[in-house]
């Protein structure tokens, strides 16, 4: 892989064909990884608003790719940050800004890519740098990206107890679940955001995804449970099965994490969210003093077939040997 720090991207290939980019386009709030593709040469992220395709849902402008954010830190919003937000909004928002590409790394079986950002809030203030190493590898078909994910405080610094968080993945149109009719989802700040039915199209593949936990709970009972990996399955209209995992690591603050994963193609793992998903619970509102620094792993894989509970589990123990 060779940083084309111009056009704002790193693509990163495996055996000259494309698996993912980074990317950090003026357009963007925050580097993302966009778009990704599975070994099949399918593409598992959805188009819009970068590149629309015919059919998919245009809600939630900030759900780009693969991304990594928060909702609330110090009262400002990360999460739902992008070119769409009203001026009136602005100020309460905040942007994460890549510093530096600090290297690259490619291999036959593994890459390599670590860069660094920063994270600025509303007021123009600095107040978490961020250090990111991913390993992009492969092994026979399946594709897998690994997450090192370090952040400095530089204030005090509160992840306030929310929903909208923390590693996000928009999924492509048939990887949605079949069971989502659309309907009303409020962000952090109360603002809502309607996500409209999508009516079946000639020549779109219609969705057929269905989450599964660790715990064994299925499809739209997924959301705000609990368990240290979650998977999406799923298949096109040409019969081409693929299955997305998200795996957490018990060093992670909130292991195991609850999954924010919903039925019209988000899919995510936010472990800062504690009394978000569980009213029962108290607020976490997780704390950095100035100069404290903590660290997210997370694994997610791609694999060309439906995964069996016994590969997931597999994965989730190896992962947490690392």
Not at 88 to 98: D, F, H, Q
Not at 100 to 129: Q, Y
Request: include cysteine; charge should be neutral; proline fraction near 6%.
């Amino acid at each position: 892989m060779t940083p084309d720090l111009a056009k704002r991207r790193v693509d990163i290939t495996i055996d000259s064909k494309p698996f993912t980019s980074y990317i950090w386009p003026t357009t963007l709030k925050k580097p993302v990884l966009y778009p990704i593709v599975d070994a099949d040469g399918l593409t598992v992220t959805r188009g819009w608003p970068i590149a629309p395709r015919p059919g998919e849902r245009t809600d939630h402008p900030h759900h780009d790719g693969l991304w990594f954010n928060y909702s609330n830190v110090n009262g400002f919003d990360f999460w739902n940050n992008s070119t769409a937000i009203p001026a009136a909004r602005a100020p309460k928002m905040g942007t994460i800004v890549l510093d530096k590409i600090v290297s690259t790394k490619s291999g036959a079986k593994r890459g390599e890519l670590t860069s660094t950002s920063t994270w600025i809030d509303g007021n123009d203030h600095p107040i978490l740098a961020e250090t990111t190493r991913y390993v992009f590898a492969h092994e026979g078909t399946t594709r897998s990206i690994d997450m090192t994910v370090t952040l400095t405080a530089l204030d005090h610094v509160v992840f306030n107890d929310d929903k909208d968080g923390l590693l996000g993945l928009r999924v492509a149109r048939w990887l949605e679940s079949p069971e989502e009719k659309g309907g009303v989802f409020t962000d952090a700040n109360g603002v809502a955001t309607k996500v409209a039915a999508v009516a079946s199209i000639p020549g779109v593949a219609p969705p057929t995804g269905e989450y599964l936990t660790s715990e064994g709970v299925k499809g739209e009972a997924v959301w705000s449970t609990r368990g240290r990996w979650c998977s999406l399955t799923g298949h096109d209209s040409d019969g081409h099965t693929a299955t997305i995992a998200i795996f957490d690591h018990p060093g992670n603050v909130g292991y195991p994490t609850y999954w924010h994963a919903r039925g019209y193609g988000l899919f995510a793992a936010n472990p800062l969210g504690r009394h978000a998903f569980d009213r029962k619970e108290a607020p976490l509102n997780y704390t950095l003093e100035k100069g404290q620094k903590t660290t997210f792993r997370y694994r997610i894989v791609f694999y060309n077939h439906a995964a069996t509970t016994e590969e997931l589990n597999r994965e989730a123990d190896a992962f947490a040997e690392r």
